[in-house]
């Protein structure tokens, strides 16, 4: 009897679709090894990171939302996401760790692409990030690193983003114009004092309180001596209230002399974190304000104490720490022009002008091989890619007050805090 030649034809079949299957597989892993290798010995490029864009969003009072786009170039003429692709991302300021997230899966076209993505900053490391500034004559090394890496290759492509961030919140306690002080009382002739001029420095500063060091320098116009009992005051920071108390030991100032009165206020350092929350919700401005007082003995007049209340000093901050606050397209491709806006303060009524420019800019694009610019004197920030696809950028702050601010001047300060 002779077999059946039925069931040797679907084996024959399976046989070829097997096959087929190997074929296939061997044809995807050669693909794959081949466009890996020629990535790899420069045949094809390799994505990479070309800048990198932040602005704030959201704010609570725990976290700040950190909205970034990373500008990724891939100079293949298809997308890429073979192997995967990572994209990671960092902000730090005085090595504190601010905010940091990673994006698997990235997904880029031939060409520019943007890849959207947000982070949380803690807010409750805003108090550190202050010690550290204050501690550091104000400044801040603020970075952003931003890289792509890709599995298929190994290699990882990245762009570091510099900015040195310089500010002089101190000088808003500093004056230099005379001030008369009246007691308005009823047995003796104004003005009892003249404030001649307010020199103010930091001093201790850490987690709980910073100081600020100052010195009052009041002259007695009077034939009689008078004797500065107390100096009170309360500091407040979009009226958050972030310092009061008392600020000075007993001063006898002579008849017709000079006494320099030294005072040392504090901030609650603790409270800071709270002020960065109405900072931001205030489009990153503050107003800043510290109303004084003094308790003056005019017994030899005969009119006993009398407390006299100094005109506040205050200076409105406004500052733009990515420098795109303003920046109507999103993004900022090739320069750092980050004027941070201005502070205004006054303590006398004058109008005096402080062009403090401590430029925060915006560290928004680092472009391999560009030179990146801020303006005004913050100083240049340089962005340098090339071969090794890192960029950089610096400020040189130079601010250059073109006159002292009276606590009620206006003073132009650019960087974090102003």
Do not use: C
């Not at 890289?147 to 298929?152: A, G, K």
Request: charged content about 20%.
């Amino acid at each position: 009897m002779t077999a059946s030649p039925g069931p040797s034809a679907p084996r024959g079949r399976t046989d070829r679709a097997v096959s087929t299957v190997r074929v296939v597989a061997v044809v995807a892993v050669v693909l794959v090894a081949a466009v890996g290798g020629a990535v790899a010995l420069g045949v094809l490029g390799a994505p990479s990171v070309v800048g990198v864009d932040n602005r704030f969003g959201d704010v609570t009072n725990e976290t700040t939302t950190v909205q970034s786009e990373l500008i990724v170039d891939n100079p293949n003429p298809f997308g890429v996401r073979l192997g995967g692709l990572t994209a990671d991302y960092g902000v730090t300021m005085n090595g504190i760790t601010m905010a940091d997230g990673e994006k698997e899966g990235v997904r880029v076209t031939s060409g520019t692409t943007s890849i959207p993505f947000e982070t949380d900053l803690d807010n409750s490391k805003i108090p550190a990030w202050w010690v550290s500034h204050v501690r550091d004559d104000e400044h801040t090394d603020l970075r952003v690193n931003a890289d792509v890496r890709s599995s298929l290759v190994g290699r990882s492509y990245t762009t570091q983003v510099s900015r040195d961030v310089d500010t002089s919140i101190v000088s808003a306690f500093r004056t230099d114009e005379p001030t008369p002080l009246n007691a308005n009382a009823p047995l003796v002739s104004d003005p009892v004092l003249i404030l001649e001029r307010t020199e103010a420095d930091w001093g201790t500063v850490n987690n709980d309180t910073t100081e600020v060091e100052m010195t009052l320098y009041l002259t007695n116009p009077k034939s009689y001596p008078i004797v500065i009992s107390e100096i009170g005051y309360d500091i407040s920071m979009n009226d958050v209230a972030v310092g009061n108390g008392t600020a000075a030991r007993s001063t006898t100032i002579p008849p017709g002399e000079t006494v320099p009165v030294e005072a040392t206020t504090a901030i609650r350092t603790q409270r800071l974190d709270e002020w960065w929350v109405s900072h931001l919700q205030r489009n990153q401005v503050t107003d800043l304000r510290m109303p004084f007082s003094l308790v003056v003995d005019l017994s030899d007049a005969g009119a006993g104490e009398r407390r006299i209340p100094l005109d506040a000093y205050q200076r409105t901050v406004e500052t733009d720490v990515f420098g795109t606050k303003n920046a109507s397209d999103g993004g900022d491709t090739g320069t750092a022009d980050g004027s941070d806006g201005g502070d205004t303060g006054t303590a006398d009524g004058s109008d005096g002008t402080d062009d403090d420019a401590d430029t925060a800019g915006g560290e928004s694009t680092a472009t391999p091989g560009d030179d990146t610019t801020a303006t005004p004197s913050d100083g240049a920030a340089t962005g340098t890619a090339g071969s090794d696809p890192t960029g950089t950028t610096g400020d040189d702050p130079s601010a250059t007050p073109t006159s002292t601010p009276t606590p009620d001047g206006t003073t132009t300060d650019d960087g974090l805090l102003s």
